[in-house]
């Protein structure tokens, strides 16, 4: 069991307000804002309420519009667009202090039969013998004085992350915008597609977006960095389990005027391609002399 992975599938039941109204608390990240990943997993968990019959959702379209108060809850409307035969539409918007500051459009399909094919999963060494990003950056902790944000290096995650190609954070070297991570969660899940996919969602906000800073010799801790999601998008494949091993590849094509774009695939262990991803995000460089 894992009591941090319990407590984030438990902020994912959120409390009914109203029709189509929900209400949720932030229970993870840092605690100067609410972890992206979590909003919109919950998001996720307020649309499926909504849905009924066996309609599975297969693609979502994200937009962080500010960051979230930890400190505050967070009301999830989710507007019903579209009721189709094969296919239902949902938009979500989460909001806090009266304004919003996330919002999302998810597509749900009747599973069908059709053409079927994917890309091939990359041949990469397996993670029994990689370090955990957490031990990682525990011993990062070990031998340097880090922000409190990234203090949460030394508890428990509720997703396991255990990269290929580890980063330097004090000392990052120039390299390609290409990063590989396996990843599973804390513990054992029920047979629930629905849960999968917004853990899955949660997961994926992690190590997408500080790909493209890899060839600039930059990490989420260089002092003067401001890092921050814009939008992300997710296609949801093929039905999967996030409680057993699977690879994340990202990749990171472009980053100009101030923003860094990357795209992901992620992969079960067997090489079954089960989901997509894309994010943008700010990634803008503040020295002394530039005007804040």
């Given amino acids: ?36 990943g979590q909003v919109m997993s919950q998001a996720m968990s307020a649309a499926q309420q909504t849905v009924q019959g066996n309609f599975v959702l297969h693609s979502m379209h994200a937009y962080f519009m500010r960051p979230g108060d930890p400190q505050r809850a967070v009301v999830y409307d989710v507007e019903l667009i579209r009721e189709g035969r094969s296919f239902l539409t949902r938009r979500v918007t989460a909001r ?19 053409f079927d094919h994917q890309a091939p999963m990359p041949q990469v060494v397996g993670p029994e013998n990689l370090k955990s990003e957490s031990q990682l950056l525990a011993g990062l902790l070990f031998k340097s004085k880090l922000s409190p944000p990234e203090s949460r290096a030394q508890e428990e995650w509720p997703i396991d992350y255990w990269p290929l190609q580890p980063v330097d954070l004090h000392n990052p070297q120039p390299h390609a915008p290409l990063s590989q991570v396996w990843l599973r969660a804390a513990a054992p899940l029920p047979d629930d597609l629905a849960l999968h996919q ?33 939008d992300h998008a997710m296609w949801f494949h093929r039905p999967f389990r996030i409680d057993d091993w699977m690879l994340y590849e990202i990749e990171s094509p472009s980053a100009s005027n101030a923003r860094g774009f990357a795209v992901g695939r992620i992969f079960q262990r067997d090489g079954t391609l089960v989901a997509s991803v894309s994010q943008e995000g700010l ?3 503040w020295s002394e002399s530039t005007p804040q």
């Fill in 1 to 36: 069991m894992s009591k941090v992975l319990d407590d984030v599938i438990a902020a994912n039941r959120l409390e009914r307000l109203d029709d189509n109204l929900f209400r949720g608390y932030g229970n993870w990240g840092p605690e100067i804002r609410l972890y992206g």
């Fill in 96 to 114: 806090q202090h009266g304004a919003a500051i996330f919002s999302c459009q998810l597509s749900y399909q009747k599973p069908e039969g059709g």
């Fill in 198 to 230: 917004q853990l899955l969602a949660f997961a994926s906000d992690h190590n997408i977006l500080i790909t493209a800073l890899r060839p600039h010799a930059t990490s989420f801790v260089t002092p003067g960095l401001q890092i921050a999601t814009i």
């Fill in 283 to 285: 990634i803008r460089k």
